[in-house]
């Protein structure tokens, strides 16, 4: 429910909401209304350094036309705005009706990044007045069009460009960016950019969408957040052979060089910021993001969330499952399509569930089967890497996933290897055949790239499959009147959550178990109404709720095991959270004024 200023917000709230999606809005009078002078601003008193037109030019600053009278007056900006007074409501609908005008979802995502680049208090207000609304569009599916296209809507710095050639300067870059609190980082070096490949420097866009959603998802300062691009070249000939593209115009640089590279760059972001900085490691190539999260996991405040945030939310659908299944994950068994960093982190997240319902390691492996471009992970194939020879199993060579599928029998397959199609009519066919309630998990991104449509599944399973995906699908209606509402497995239930609270405590390192925590927080959060819709997740509009409890979990469990830097211990540790949780309220900016009693005021003479 969006309030909105006096009659203006009801001509607005008409031509928002006219012939288009309308948004929910209540009127009210006075609340926050900077020229109403029955209340007084929303927010608390803020004392800025700032004069004048540097104000208007500060996107953590710039209010609009909601700064009011008194405020432009002390400020030095009264006559650099129009004469008018807006609440923060009305400014919502006047977005609104410009994001409404636009005739795709680029433009859209072109509007809202120039608005953060504006007023950073307007645009997560914003995105939290309908997340499920606007997360498709500053995150996946939308952002991966942004990132290809990112040459061209470039329109001035929101993170740090830091190339293989500043290696031995790192230190000195990182001064580069103005704030100084630095609490979280998402990195990428831009080879795995969603599904669609090396994008190079246009990657930026990731970890720009991600911190948006720390922000807007978890409530973390957005002026604690640091997006940044590694540019060490890229092997995509159509770029380098664009004169428009923005990054290094060079293959890829790899091996010791690199490696050099990624070790000053986390040395010098923990000298510079503190060893409690978080940083996510976002879009790597499969090869480099195993071997760097197991290089640094130990060492560094650090988490992949392509391996470990999609671990967590598949997991997180599955435990909502079993209470449809009615039975335990280590009665299922799992056939994986792909067999990369996201399959990878999911498996063994599976294995840990399952030893903690009492069954070996060993038992919960076989449970676990991986296809990936080569056929059926088995022992004795050649040239496995590490991490595929853990999930090898014992049994002849199988070249397909149809076949695989036949023969293995499982009551889930997961889709995470960006191959659209790949669950085809025969394979939701026979899961059906194998299960009465089979689950299938299509979860790679974006929507192009799923593996089969949330309809394709419910159809051909006749409505009894259990069904989530990585990007959106709409609601499917069958024709025996069953409708069904898929379950998105967004990344954004679980890395919002997990920032604000390795953040809030000051983790130095994050296991696994967090993950797993994290996991049974979201499934708890399902009703059985969700899912007798078909929603594994909790309602994307619920977000903000499930990463404060989640946040409140990880904090919980890290003082409980050591993990903690930051004593004393709180005792109530969601106030603790909630205190640190940003708000896209507008602060106040009029001066503290007063006076002496006017004895003491009095000037003295001679």
Same mark, same amino acid.
């Given at each position: 429910?969006?309030? /909105? ?25 006075? %609340?926050? #209304? ?49 004469? #008018?007074?807006?609440?923060?409501? /009305? ?55 942004? #990132? ?103 293959? %890829? ?124 992970? /088995? ?72 593996? #089969? ?154």
């Amino acid at each position: 429910m969006v309030p /909105v200023c006096g009659g203006a917000g009801g001509r607005l709230l008409r031509m928002a909401g006219a012939g288009r999606r309308p948004l929910l809005l209540s009127v009210t009078r006075g %609340r926050g #209304c900077p020229a109403g002078g029955d209340a007084a601003p929303r927010g608390r008193a803020v004392a800025v350094k700032k004069r004048g037109y540097d104000i208007t030019r500060s996107p953590h600053l710039n209010k609009g036309m909601a700064f009011t009278l008194e405020e432009r007056l002390q400020l030095g900006i009264h006559g650099l705005l129009p004469p #008018c007074f807006l609440s923060q409501d /009305v400014q919502v609908l006047r977005v609104m009706k410009n994001y409404e005008n636009k005739s795709d979802d680029l433009d859209r995502y072109v509007l809202l990044m120039t608005l953060q680049d504006r007023n950073e208090k307007l645009f997560y207000r914003v995105l939290t007045s309908d997340i499920e609304r606007f997360m498709p569009i500053v995150y996946t599916p939308t952002v991966g069009l942004a #990132c290809q296209k990112y040459g061209l809507v470039f329109r001035r710095p929101r993170g740090l460009f830091i190339t293989i050639h500043d290696k031995g300067h790192i230190a000195t870059m990182l001064n580069s960016w103005p704030e100084e609190n630095i609490k979280a980082i998402v990195v990428t070096d831009g080879e795995r950019i969603l599904g669609l490949g090396d994008l190079g420097s246009y990657g930026m866009g990731i970890p720009v969408g991600k911190l948006a959603l720390y922000t807007a998802c978890g409530g973390v300062h957005p002026q604690q957040c640091l997006p940044v691009l590694l540019d060490v070249g890229t092997d995509n000939e159509a770029l380098l052979s664009d004169p428009l593209y923005i990054g290094l115009k060079h293959k %890829r640089v790899r091996g010791k060089e690199y490696d050099e590279l990624i070790d000053e760059f986390m040395q010098a972001v923990t000298d510079k910021y503190g060893m409690n900085c978080l940083i996510q490691f976002e879009d790597f190539a499969n090869a480099n993001a195993f071997r760097l999260l197991n290089k640094y996991r130990n060492s560094y405040c650090t988490f992949n969330d392509d391996i470990q945030g999609t671990a967590s939310v598949a997991v997180a659908g599955i435990f909502a499952a079993l209470r449809i299944t009615k039975n335990k994950l280590s009665d299922h068994k799992f056939v994986f399509q792909g067999a990369g960093e996201a399959a990878m982190g999911i498996a063994h997240l599976i294995v840990m569930a399952m030893e903690k319902e009492g069954i070996s390691r060993d038992d919960a492996i076989k449970k676990i089967w991986m296809v990936d471009s080569k056929g059926l992970v /088995v022992k004795g194939r050649s040239h496995l890497n590490h991490e595929k020879e853990v999930f090898a199993q014992d049994h002849p060579s199988v070249n397909t996933l149809e076949e695989v599928v036949e023969k293995v029998k499982p009551t889930a397959i997961i889709g995470v290897a960006a191959v659209a199609g790949a669950f085809t009519e025969k394979i939701l066919k026979d899961m059906a055949a194998f299960n009465e309630r089979p689950i299938v998990f299509a979860l790679s991104n974006p929507t192009s790239k799923a593996e #089969c449509t949330a309809e394709q599944c419910y159809l051909l399973t006749e409505g009894r499959g259990i069904f989530a995906s990585g990007s959106p699908f709409s609601k499917v209606t069958l024709p025996n009147g069953q409708t069904f509402f898929p379950g998105q497995g967004n990344n954004a239930y679980v890395f919002p959550g997990v920032a604000l609270g390795v953040i809030a405590c000051g983790v130095r390192h994050i296991p696994d178990d967090i993950f797993l925590i994290t996991a049974k927080s979201i499934a708890a959060e399902v009703t059985e109404q969700n899912l007798a819709e078909g929603r594994l997740y909790p309602p994307l509009d619920s977000i903000r709720a499930v990463s404060l409890k989640i946040a409140v979990e990880v904090v919980d469990w890290a003082y409980k095991h050591g993990l903690a830097s930051w004593y004393p211990e709180p005792a109530d540790k969601e106030a603790f959270v909630k205190r640190l949780v940003y708000s896209p309220d507008y602060d106040s900016f009029v001066f503290d004024d007063y006076r002496w009693p006017s004895t003491a005021m009095q000037t003295q003479s001679v």
